[in-house]
């Protein structure tokens, strides 16, 4: 029996829709710019650059999503998540989907945005805009047996029932073979893991009390309320 210093933490699962199990998350890695957000912009000739989050920032999307501390810019980035089910280093895209791909979810990269713009100015790095507590929510996943490889799909969010992110799947500058053959190369990926594909335009901030809804066609749908900011004197109604 292994003694442990303390107890080690409990692993991220995450629901499995139509089935008791649970996925075990292992790592998240997030694609950065994969829509075009202009229509007069030119086709990407580099693949996108990617950053993580660690495994517990991943929580069902559902019920209160807790506004950060350390930011006034507090923004929603909805995005087409991918599941792996089995790891490799060197991955044929052509093989992706038969081999390696366990199933897929709507997620949101929440994104302290401010804090992401000094990172920007000052060539530094992204995770203290990135890699918050809570900072990716997801729906249940999908079993790719159940839902297929999605080609087309609405990919949305609405705040307070007005729609700000629209695009399709299809609208994937790099597609999720891609994506995942390119993550393959630089680190050996392993099952367990989840690849946030990246967000359309319209990305904007929240405020407390605000209600976000959204979700990938075929894939999940979710809603939740923003809480209360740290440092905000509670009013009648208010969340945490």
């Known amino acids: 029996m292994t003694d442990f210093v303390f107890p080690p933490r409990a692993p991220t699962t995450l629901a499995v829709a139509g089935s008791t199990a649970r996925f075990p998350v292992g790592r998240v ?14 086709p990407p000739q580099d693949m996108p650059a990617w950053f993580m989050k660690p495994a ?18 507090f923004c929603h980035e909805i995005e087409l998540v991918v599941a792996i089910g089995r790891g490799g280093r060197d991955i044929d895209p052509a093989l992706v989907e038969s081999h390696h791909l366990w199933g897929y979810a709507a997620g949101l990269d929440l994104t302290r945005r401010d804090l992401q713009q000094q990172a920007k100015r000052a ?32 990919v ?52 407390p009390g605000d209600v ?19 440092g905000q004197p509670f009013q009648e109604g208010d969340t945490l």
């Open 123 to 154: 060539g530094g790095p992204w995770e203290p805009a990135k890699a918050f507590d809570h900072s990716a929510p997801c729906t249940p996943l999908m079993p790719a047996p159940l839902c297929g490889h999605p080609r087309h799909g609405a």
């Open 212 to 230: 976000v809804s959204g979700g990938v066609a075929g894939i999940g749908a979710f809603t939740m309320t923003v809480g209360r900011a740290p």
């Open 29 to 42: 890695f997030c694609i950065g710019r994969n829509y075009r957000w202009r229509a007069d912009e030119a």
């Open 56 to 73: 517990d920032a991943v929580v069902p999307a559902q019920g209160l999503l807790p506004y950060p501390p350390g930011t006034a810019d």
């Open 156 to 207: 949305w969010l609405a705040v307070n029932g007005v729609e700000r992110q629209r695009a399709d799947v299809d609208d994937l500058l790099w597609s999720v073979p891609e994506l995942v053959a390119m993550l393959s190369r630089s680190v050996a990926l392993a099952p367990g893991d989840l690849i946030f594909t990246g967000t359309p335009a319209g990305v904007g901030a929240l405020q």
